[in-house]
DNA sequence: CGTTGCGTTGAGTACCATCAACTGGGGTGG
DNA sequence: CCACCCCAGTTGATGGTACTCAACGCAACG
């Protein structure tokens, strides 16, 4: 359950003006993101916005806690690479996943003005994250009118999320919710240029999927099983293959 | 469903900077919210902080809507008394409770920046509201650190109450749905100063509760009679009273 | 080659939805 | 004043969706 902070790939754990050794030059998200405002949009040719920001660079392994719920933190941390999700857990160990975090994702634009969250954030894959300065970003997101366009869209993004998953949990069937879960996914990996038009990573297990619809995983792999046969999905080896979209639409009631 | 604006009761349609016409110099809620920053928190004694601020008030009735989705507005409206409730509805009618509105709560806080939002805002009792001119909120917001503030921990509350309710629907069963659901209206009343320790308001019918939990009228009867038959709260004319806090909290599995 | 993680399948069951009938209060109009 | 209606809530009967418990298959891995 503790964090333990490894060190970048790259060898960046703290990187303060540098250009030439920060991750984000080669950053595929960092044109439509958050940190494009920040840093720059085309790294390779223009110099940084702000080379004084501060960003620690860390991985943590599949499975493993990236922010644990409640804890103190000055840190507003970027999903550089991989996946996560963040969720809330009950007393007795049952767990609520809010929403799937990719690449380009803030674990919370709310965590940039508190220091405290109520959920957790778990790494789905390894991930690479970057941790910015809260206090630093504060006093920079007024500033920078480019960048405080990006963090609103973000933050309304993911507020009408929560609303679409919260009809979906009070109003919809089984089926209903593990396809239109799905669509959604597809729509923001499309938006980032993940995967192609009926093909997509997909790490989540049975698991991740049932604590993110409020099933049960056996449920779930009936679900699944009744999407497969009708050639309407797949999901093997970490990848979600698409047969049928029109039909997928049709089960999740879109359009 | 059309929104037929009426003159507020005081005759104030259109307001700025007549400060002895102004509705807020009596506003309860003006103290912790909002509106304390934007306006100054103590009107009687403290000249506003900026008598430019445009403010037009006006009543909406009872089961009208306030706000339809999708539809563009210039404004960003703040409820001054009354009760309303955010919701999403499905094309064949159903509809999800995003959360109850009350006194001092914005219909959105994402709502000063966006045009449009995606979910519709209903009066449960008649609601007198006010709409600031989202254009010169969003300059004034980052201006004033106070105001920013509220505004700030205002989102927070939100996407947290969003949180806990998609847990619930997704993990919880009726019984615990229901009596969380209340629990946390009564929190957020008694931090407003609303109601007494074990009475509360409480205009909502049945169909709300159901449409906020995710549950049919006809099923949150029986749970709201099982409650009732323990001695553990009765709602009866628009009021609630708690009679056995302790148990109350006990089916909601809180503490 | 045992172990572990993940998914699948079957049987039995609980929870909640659905359908339908009915009650009581409040308002309205004759 | 009463008849009528509408709204909100209640109650009963019935059934389906999804849960629980349990066993098993399979692939990956040390």
Redesign the interface.
Known sequence: MQIEPLQFAGAIASSVGKIKDLPCIECPVRKSNFCGGLLGEQLETTPLVDLKLKQVFRITPKRRNIYQAGTKSDDAIMICSGWAFRF?Q??DG???I?SILLPGDLISP?GI??ERL??SVQALTEVHHCAFNRVELQAKL?ASSGTFITY?KD??A???Q??????D???RNAAERVSRFILRLMDRMTERGIGEADSFPFPLRQQHLA?A??LTTVHVSRVMAKLRSGGILDVAKDRLRVGNLAELKRVA?IK
């Open positions: 809330v009950l007393p049952r767990r609520q809010l709310i003005f508190a109520k959920f007024p609103i933050c309304a993911n507020a009408e929560l609303h679409l998953l919260l009809a949990l009070g109003r604590d619809v409020g009631d």
